[in-house]
């Protein structure tokens, strides 16, 4: 089993329409959890945090369940410039290193 | 100055070059990272230092050799690569190094090798 599994889509949404992604962990040791967005031929960027309780940012939710060992990225009325890779990121171990899921690529149609 | 910077963008070398990648950031930051990113893969880890020692090596071949002169700098000394080498690589660094810092990027060298 892969430390970080991502569904890689291509997931093609219409604009205002909501996504949701899922992203599962093997380790369940592990304390942090991150949504990267990586946009085509960029460097990725931090889009949020996902804290323990869940947390929002505007049109995005984050949500963390430690019993089953997934985090999810929630996106409601999605617009054109959402369109990314989204990199579901976890530590690893607790230290510094960190592992990247293989990302999600959503496009956002007109 | 939120950003890393990255020298230079694009390389183009043979497998019998040497040449060297440059990562600068002036926030601070105590751990710096490099990345290989291939196309349509996410980042892997290189190499880590910490407190200007390096503290991970994910079993990188020696033809790739790090260097953090100081805090504020990293780089990545390239040596007889194979075309399989080519590929984005991404510095990034964090405050502490800590597992839940922020992870801040560089844009980039992309590096092709012939």
């Known amino acids: 089993r892969k430390e ?5 889509g ?6 205002g329409a909501t996504v949701a992604f899922n992203c599962t962990y093997s380790n369940s040791a592990s304390q942090s959890f991150f949504w990267y967005r990586q946009d085509c031929r960029k460097e990725p960027k931090l889009l949020m945090s996902v804290y323990s309780s869940g947390n929002e940012d505007g049109r995005f939710t984050a949500q963390l369940n430690r019993a089953s060992q997934y985090i999810s ?4 009325d999605s617009k ?3 369109s990314a890779t989204y990199l579901c990121v976890v530590d690893h171990f607790g230290n510094e290193k960190l592992t990247f899921g293989t990302g999600t690529r959503l ?4 | 100055d939120t950003e890393v910077t990255q020298t230079p963008k694009h390389l183009v070398m043979g ?5 060297s990648l440059k990562c600068e950031q002036h ?3 105590r751990a710096m990272y490099w990345y290989k990113q291939k196309a349509k893969k996410p980042p892997e880890l290189m190499f880590v230092y910490s407190y200007e020692k390096l503290s991970i090596n994910e079993s990188v071949p020696s033809r790739f050799s790090p260097e953090c002169p100081n805090s504020s700098l990293l780089n990545l000394h390239l040596h007889a690569l194979q075309p399989e080498d080519s590929a984005l690589y991404l510095c990034a660094s964090t405050p502490s190094g800590g597992a839940t810092d922020t992870q801040y ?3 980039g060298t992309r590096l092709t090798v012939l």
């Open chain 1, 4 to 8: 970080v599994e991502q569904d890689p």
């Open chain 1, 10 to 15: 291509p997931f093609n949404v219409p604009e």
């Open chain 1, 73 to 76: 990225l929630l996106i409601r």
């Open chain 1, 80 to 82: 054109l410039s959402d």
């Open chain 1, 107 to 110: 496009t956002i149609i007109p």
């Open chain 2, 15 to 19: 497998m019998t070059n040497k040449k």
């Open chain 2, 27 to 29: 926030m601070g930051h």
């Open chain 2, 105 to 107: 990027f560089g844009p």
